[in-house]
């Protein structure tokens, strides 16, 4: 199965073609062998898509919009990969609730009072027994240690709300707004051992309205931030994009 976000290729014109091409076999018995050879080959790529299809963990501390956009495009068949398990460092985060809600496999693992690195390790540990290949950061208010970096490398993917490397850190929405920018948005990244500063996958830009509130700010780009995470995830797990340098190109244009 391939991400289908941007997929205008229609499974019911395949579906017909198929059709067509069997009503076909009367005309010619030679094309009938072909056709059947393309079918059969068709249907051993989707079950090498099954076999092929990543495992997502995801790592949240609160609402969980994001995971849930993640989620409804996962359920939808518009992302090729299979939710393996959500993890929270709160208790009562509401995407906790979420997951649950929506029949996913849930830990909650406290971080409080605990060393970095030990708080990591149990959940690279968990991710590790879901056998996770893709890591999604949905707002989980950790930094994480070299531990868990190094454990998934390129494969820890972070939202967050402003137009990288501007505005970093917490508040983002209210720092750009500060600033005085006349255009906001959001960002995708791949997370390294830095703070938000890590090769970026994809961008989203908003206008920032004189009018604008931190509040009406980030609801705009929240919007976005939804539709370009479950995109970024795509772009990763189908392997479409490489790293040149700090750059993520698409591997389409590799020579
Ligand atoms: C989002 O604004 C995201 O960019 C930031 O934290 C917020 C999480 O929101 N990293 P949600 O929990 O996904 O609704």
Known sequence: MRCELNDYESRGEHQSQIINHKSSTTNHQSQITN??????????????????????????????????????????????????????????????ATAKTLGLETRFIPSQGKQREAFDREVVSVLKDFQVDVVCLAGFMRILSPYFVRAFPGRILNIHPALLPAFPGTYAQKQALDYGVKFAGCTVHIVDEGVDSGPIVCQAVVPVLDEDTPESLSARILKEEHRIYSEAVCLLIDDKVRLQGRRLVSNDTAP
């Open 35 to 96: 056709r059947k050879s393309q079918i059969a080959n068709h249907q051993s790529q989707i079950i090498n898509g099954r076999a092929l299809m990543k495992n997502l963990g995801i790592l949240l501390s609160g609402r969980g919009s994001n995971f849930e956009a993640i989620a409804r495009n996962v359920q939808a068949g518009k992302i090729p990969a299979k939710i393996a398990v959500v993890i929270s460092n709160k208790e009562d985060a509401a995407g906790l």
